[in-house]
T-cell receptor, first 115, second 112 residues
């Protein structure tokens, strides 16, 4: 079956531009997570969705970051006025009700480079 | 103190030996523990989960949990070059049940 997909796979942008990253979770997975991973670093939690609502946005680094999820499916992460420190791989993961939050399936990531 | 701590490595182990990866966590209320493997340039994938004290075996992998010591480990027997990867320990957040906290990972290198 289809796994988690993310687009674009790579994004190069200029400082100050806005970017939108997309995540398609596994069909039927109710929970969706966004993480950021800088080169050589661990996973930094950004936000998670249960259905279409976001009970925990505590990881969003600043008000330039926002995310939404619609139809209990696709999610978009938007970064406004990008800065060079936003350069990283952005990973999306989903999990099912049955598997619980620990059994997350990850997408291939979007590598964001801000020049 | 970090919520989930791991030695960053690299940990170098000869092929065929046992690799031992360790993780400590700070939240005494945590109940669920996970090991993810991340190959270079790839996304993490779940390899083991453990929920109660003791050992859990799956093939060449054994997860060990000691809640009293707030310690979880992963043993890899008969290490193969294909086991070379970064291993991430993850622990559920007691305060936010639908969230897990990842450690920064231990880089494991299996030398032929």
């Amino acid at each position: 079956g289809a796994g988690v997909s993310q687009s674009p796979s790579n994004k190069v942008t200029e400082k100050g531009k806005d970017v939108e990253l997309r995540c398609d979770p596994i069909s039927g997975h109710t929970a969706l997570y966004w993480y950021r991973q800088r080169l050589g670093q661990g996973l930094e939690f950004l936000i998670y969705f249960q259905g279409n609502s976001a009970p925990d946005k505590s990881g969003l680094p600043s008000d330039r970051f926002s995310a939404e999820r619609t139809g209990e499916s696709v999610s978009t992460l938007t970064i406004q006025r990008t800065q060079q420190e936003d350069s990283a791989v952005y990973l999306c993961a989903s999990s099912s009700q049955r598997g619980g939050p620990g059994e997350q399936f990850f997408g291939p990531g979007t590598r964001l480079t801000v020049l | 103190q970090k919520e989930v701590e791991q030695n960053s490595g690299p940990l170098s182990v000869p092929e065929g030996a046992i690799a031992s990866l360790n993780c400590t966590y700070s939240d005494r209320g945590s109940q669920s523990f996970f090991w993810y493997r991340q190959y270079s340039g790839k996304s993490p994938e779940l390899i083991m989960s453990i929920y109660s004290n003791g050992d859990k075996e799956d093939g060449r992998f054994t997860a060990q949990l000691n809640k009293a010591s707030q310690y979880v480990s992963l043993l890899i027997r008969d290490s193969q070059p294909s086991d070379s990867a970064t291993y991430l320990c993850a622990v559920n957040s007691y305060s936010s049940a639908s969230k897990i906290i990842f450690g920064s990972g231990t880089r494991l290198s299996i030398r032929p």
